[in-house]
């Protein structure tokens, strides 16, 4: 079945602290991934995606993920975190075709603290 | 930069009422989704569209559910009946090609259900 795994629901972590999310896929085909995020009352934005090549993705406000085929991880990573990175944060994978559905995990709430 | 739209940003409909949900994709994107996200949990696929047709659609998208692009700008989802458990968050997104699985989401509709 395909699937999309956050194991952890809830991370609290101090500003300027780094930050590493986890998540775990199983995908019958090729997967892409994304990474979103979701403040408060908003929409998702997009904050990076992997399609292939390079399995270490830089996307904006300075996140990154590494691709790991063998772990079936793709997990999200900051090196120094600012309180208004505090936000839910949603694992995505989709098939390399347009019009096809994302899975989303359940999400990771991330707080900030002072 | 160009963004997806969604009206209204909450809509309130009583049980057994018709209510349909605005969204304006970002322009000369070719695919247009729909998903939802009840309180709590995750996002979930609804429908896909593509060329005046739907793509692909997910088991939640029943009967009560349907998708028009009316112009050529607009896209919008049909709930015909609301029940309680329609109650959610309603997304709209796009995707550029047809060779991309990146989807741009809109802010969001909050749909409440009495």
């Known amino acids: 079945a395909q699937s999309v795994t956050q194991p952890d629901i809830h991370i609290t972590v101090s500003e300027g602290a780094s930050l590493e999310l986890r998540c775990n896929y199983s995908?019958?085909?090729?997967?892409?991934l994304f990474w979103y995020v979701q403040s408060p009352g908003q929409g998702l934005q997009l904050l990076l995606k992997y399609f292939s090549g390079d399995t270490l993705v830089q996307g904006i406000k300075g996140f990154e993920a590494e691709f790991k085929r063998s772990q079936s991880s793709f997990n999200l990573r900051k090196p120094s975190v600012h309180w208004s990175d505090a936000a839910e944060y949603f694992c995505?994978?989709?098939?390399?075709?347009?019009?096809?559905?994302?899975?989303f995990g359940k999400g990771t709430t991330l707080s900030v603290s002072s | 930069e160009p963004e997806v739209t969604q009206t209204p940003s909450h809509q309130v409909t009583q049980m057994g009422q018709e209510v349909i949900l605005r969204c304006v994709p970002i322009?000369?994107?070719?695919?247009f989704y729909w998903y939802r996200q009840i309180l709590g949990q995750k996002v979930e696929f609804l429908v896909s569209?593509?060329?005046?047709?739907?793509?692909?659609k997910s088991e939640i998208f029943d009967d009560q559910f349907s998708v028009e692009r009316p112009d050529g700008s607009n896209f919008t989802l049909k709930i015909r009946s609301t029940k309680l458990e329609d109650s959610a968050m309603y997304f709209c997104?796009?995707?550029?090609?047809?060779?991309?699985?990146?989807?741009?989401f809109g802010p969001g509709t909050r749909l409440t259900v009495t």
């Open positions: 997104a796009s995707t550029p090609g047809t060779t991309s699985g990146e989807q741009y």
């Open positions: 995908y019958g085909a090729t997967p892409y």
């Open positions: 569209f593509y060329n005046n047709e739907i793509s692909e």
């Open positions: 995505a994978v989709g098939a390399r075709q347009a019009g096809t559905a994302l899975i």
């Open positions: 322009s000369n994107h070719l695919y």
